[in-house]
T-cell receptor
Framework: AQSVAQPEDQVNVAEGNPLTVKCTYS??????LFWYVQYPNRGLQFLLK??????LVKGSYGFEAEFNKSQTSFHLKKPSALVSDSALYFC??????????????FGGGTRLMVKP | DAGVIQSPRHEVTEMGQEVTLRCKPI?????LFWYRQTMMRGLELLIY????????DSGMPEDRFSAKMPNASFSTLKIQPSEPRDSAVYFC???????????FGPGTRLTVL
């Protein structure tokens, strides 16, 4: 079975400060990991993914995430937050060894609020 | 590429009516997913197709929901009869397969009165 947890329903940060949105996962094998962002009244938009290789993954809009196998985490980070980063963020996982198809398991989402 | 196309964008209907949501995936993608998003339950996977074949429909809430994919460029999600608790935003997504990401459509906001 595969699962993902986003322990924070909401994260508040001041503009210009660094931000972190947390994600932990559970798989029986090795994971594919993804981050998506959803702006109001829009569909989910892909930000970045970890497949293999370098544990630090860089994505769109200055976001990055670090894969930590020992802590089974894939936290999303950005060095300096913008008000326009305010949105709903979803982490998703897929066990590489899962032969049940291409389904991803999504977390419950974390609302990021960046205040001026 | 226009991305994943969904129609209608908004649907308001009365309880008991049939509702059909439509999706056109990105050309060349062989996997298609239907999701439902509500405040209470978050994002739920309803059904997933691979090469036009339903692979996993365990997320379909009940027999009132059905989905088809008659060809690689079109899928429908039907609710018959609709109920107020079906009110949600329904997303379609497509993918060319792992490890590639899923691309989401803009969603259909369904309101059942």
């Amino acid at each position: 079975a595969q699962s993902v947890a986003q322990p924070e329903d909401q994260v508040n940060v001041a503009e210009g400060n660094p931000l972190t949105v947390k994600c932990t996962y559970s798989v029986s094998g090795n994971p594919y990991l993804f981050w998506y962002v959803q702006y109001p009244n829009r569909g989910l938009q892909f930000l970045l993914k970890y497949i293999t290789g370098d544990n630090l993954v860089k994505g769109s809009y200055g976001f990055e995430a670090e894969f930590n196998k020992s802590q089974t985490s894939f936290h999303l980070k950005k060095p300096s937050a913008l008000v326009s980063d305010s949105a709903l963020y979803f982490c998703a996982v897929r066990d590489k060894n899962n032969n049940a198809g291409n389904m991803l398991t999504f977390g419950g989402g974390t609302r990021l609020m960046v205040k001026p | 590429d226009a991305g994943v196309i969904q129609s209608p964008r908004h649907e308001v209907t009365e309880m008991g009516q049939e509702v059909t949501l439509r999706c056109k995936p990105i050309s060349g993608h062989n996997s298609l997913f239907w999701y439902r998003q509500t405040m209470m339950r978050g994002l739920e996977l309803l059904i997933y197709f691979n090469n036009n074949v339903p692979i996993d429909d365990s997320g379909m809430p009940e027999d009132r929901f059905s989905a088809k994919m008659p060809n690689a460029s079109f899928s429908t999600l039907k609710i018959q009869p609709s109920e107020p608790r079906d009110s949600a935003v329904y997303f379609c997504a497509s993918s060319s397969g792992l490890p590639n990401e899923q691309f989401f459509g803009p969603g259909t906001r369904l309101t059942v009165l």
